[in-house]
């Protein structure tokens, strides 16, 4: 793993810096002994609500446990110990994957952490660290630290030495196959210019992750890499990821991502992961609050992000970003999925299909006329996929201009939003992000304008039931759930990631539970 570590003087400097790490690394270290006013809470929420899936460790140094390249950065640590053990015991409060204690604490200290993991049931794991910040100690006193280190049955020792000369990083990186023979993880690695050999070579060795920093300024020791020359490293090296030892659960490297913004209500991580897990694919699909979709897409390159889906707002922006567009997206005019293919990134889309294949369920698509409201990316895909069978549709929106220039590039008709009770047709769609949890009170349409439609379709799936289709329910519509398009479409964007076939069924067994779980709540 790639492990950015947050030196950032304040709270509000360390808030931005997630964001980049959480974007550029597989894990954050938060330096809460840098961050002056470091608010842990509000650090770790922000990192989750980023990129769920990242991995966060937790660290609080004394002074003299470690060296950074920063200058003056010794003033700053002020914690007393009392402070430094109430951070700790509140990441684990929190749920942070890994907290970071010196072996020089002792096992008192060690082992009252480790009892309140167990008390609070918490999934922190403990990292026990031994810092020389002067000297590399010969190879002999380097494995009695080590076993001091196992001896507190840690889930990861990390040892980290200051190198004086060029021998001392092969002291240090022979640590990393004598632990591994012996079922632990370990964090091997040297400081110092000198130093800077044992981070390039650690890596293809198994080092368990590999510590980096944004930028050469943000440095938390001498000789660090930055995160952009990690990955360069690793991608001339051609490594693969290290394998933990067999008493640990294996890391699942995240090779598929969602980038939008909001993305905290989708359940798409929970469909996609359930899928890759049926069809036997060891990778993981995770989501990102995108703020900067450059950057993004960039990260994506550089971590070699195998697929992405595209939601809200970017289906039309990440176009121009993009290295190749099919040419039914073209036509569409609108991305939600991205093939990235040894750094090409190709833009397709699979709403329509999900769309389609969910109307075909309930009827029949030619020569019947469709009123879709909204004028985005979805809406597209909606207009696209009925034109391709042979149906009629009738773009309809609040903002005009739009709907006139989406409509002029399809070829059909449109009306404002307040003009929708004019319109006679068989069935309404709503691509808009209207009725959407947490705004379940809200629908797109009026109440009373639904009686003269036969179907009503919302592609909003969250909630299972949304205030348009009750309101369609209830003037006798036949009310279809935006379930069947966000699975059909997330089956389509598995394909082709893939290559295999998608688990339909399950995906939708899987979606259709935990709405209705919400729903119940």
Request: with cysteine; charged share 25%; net charge positive.
């Amino acid at each position: 793993m790639i492990c950015v570590s947050i030196t950032s003087a304040t709270n509000k400097e360390a808030l931005l810096a997630v964001r980049k790490g959480c974007l550029a690394a597989d894990c954050i270290e938060l330096r809460m002994d840098l961050i002056t006013d470091g608010n842990l809470p509000q650090l770790i929420s922000a990192a989750r609500r980023i990129s769920p899936g990242i991995k966060i460790i937790v660290t609080c140094r004394r002074k003299d446990e470690a060296l950074s390249a920063k200058k003056n950065v010794k003033a700053k640590n002020t914690k007393t110990r009392a402070q430094k053990f109430g951070l700790l015991r509140e990441a684990i409060i929190l749920g942070a994957d890994f907290i970071d204690i010196e072996l020089a604490e002792g096992g008192k200290n060690i082992t009252k952490l480790k009892n309140l993991c167990i008390r609070q049931g918490s999934k922190t794991k403990i990292i026990i660290s031994y810092h020389d910040v002067k000297k590399t100690p010969p190879p002999t006193k380097l494995k009695e630290i080590f076993h001091r280190c196992m001896k507190e049955k840690p889930a990861v020792v990390k040892i980290v030495t200051f190198a004086e000369q060029d021998e001392d990083n092969l002291k240090v990186l022979s640590l990393i196959p004598y632990a591994r023979q012996r079922g632990q993880d370990i964090i091997a690695l040297c400081m110092g210019d000198a130093g800077r050999l044992s981070r390039i070579a650690a890596p293809a060795m198994g080092n368990f992750l590999n510590f980096v920093a944004l930028e050469t300024q943000e440095q938390s020791a001498p000789g660090q890499l930055t995160v952009r020359e990690m990955i360069s490293i690793k991608k001339t090296l051609g490594e693969k990821k290290a394998q933990p030892a067999e008493r640990l659960q294996k890391e699942t490297p995240h090779n598929f991502i969602l980038l939008g913004n909001p993305v905290r209500h989708s359940l798409s991580p929970l469909m996609h992961n359930t899928a890759l897990r049926e069809i036997g694919v060891p990778e993981a699909y995770s989501a990102c609050c995108v703020l900067d979709l450059d950057d993004a897409l960039r990260g994506m390159k550089a971590l070699n992000v195998r697929g992405a889906s595209v939601t809200i707002p970017f289906k039309v922006e990440v176009m121009r970003y993009l290295d190749d567009i099919d040419e039914d997206t073209l036509k569409i005019g609108a991305v939600n999925t991205i093939i990235n293919s040894e750094g090409k990134l190709t833009g397709t889309n699979t709403d329509w299909l999900g769309l389609i294949m969910t109307l075909k369920e309930e009827m029949k698509i030619k020569d019947k006329t469709f009123v879709i409201v909204g004028a985005g990316g979805t809406a597209r895909a909606a207009v696209y996929g009925i034109i391709k069978e042979g149906g009629l549709p009738i773009l309809v929106n609040r903002t005009v201009s739009r709907a006139k220039i989406m409509a002029e590039h399809f070829g059909c008709s449109f009306y404002p939003l307040n003009q929708i009770a004019k319109i006679k047709a068989d069935c309404l769609i709503n691509t808009t992000p209207v009725g959407m949890h947490p705004q379940t009170s809200k629908s797109p349409v009026p109440k009373t304008v639904l009686k003269g439609y036969k179907y009503v379709m919302d592609a909003v799936y969250n909630p299972l039931q949304t205030k348009l289709l009750k309101d369609a329910a209830a003037q006798g519509c036949r009310a279809l759930s935006g379930v069947g398009m966000f699975v059909h479409q997330g089956a389509a964007q598995l394909k082709f990631w893939t290559k295999k076939e998608p688990p339909v069924a399950l995906m939708k067994k899987i979606v259709l539970e935990r709405l209705t779980a919400l729903e119940q709540r």
